[in-house]
Nanobody, 117 residues
Framework: QVQLVESGGGLVQAGGSLRLSCAASGSAFGHMGWFRQAPGKDREFVAA????????TYADSVKGRFTISSDNAKNTVYLEMNNLKPEDTAVYYC????????????WGQGTQVTVSS
């Protein structure tokens, strides 16, 4: 059974930074990614990284501000978020999978990120 556990969310002022982590366990292997869902809005794609770490892709809204990376030895994916804006406020979900790009087979429970203006 694959488990994804996110951490690192919190409250930050606009212009600040946060680093999210997601640890995968239980025969976890594949591409990994991040999605987010703001109150009253649909869930949206944020960033993804392929299984080898050599390919990354980002939503236009976070390009140049967010960086996704992975440590395969630790089965962990990270999302470094800089120059945060109030519109980045959302629950951030980690994903893992091998059948789609970005990956959506497995989802974490989510971590709250709140950016104050």
């Amino acid at each position: 059974q694959v488990q994804l556990v996110e951490s690192g969310g919190g409250l930050v002022q606009a212009g600040g930074s946060l680093r999210l982590s997601c640890a995968a366990s239980g025969s976890a292997f594949g591409h990994m990614g991040w999605f987010r869902q703001a109150p009253g809005k649909d869930r949206e794609f944020v960033a993804a990284i392929n299984w080898s770490g050599g390919i990354t892709t980002y939503a236009d809204s976070v390009k140049g501000r967010f960086t996704i990376s992975s440590d395969n030895a630790k089965n962990t994916v990270y999302l470094e978020m800089n120059n945060l804006k109030p519109e980045d406020t959302a629950v951030y979900y980690c994903t893992l999978g091998g059948r789609t790009w970005p990956p959506t087979d497995y989802w974490g429970q989510g971590t709250q990120v709140t950016v104050s203006s």
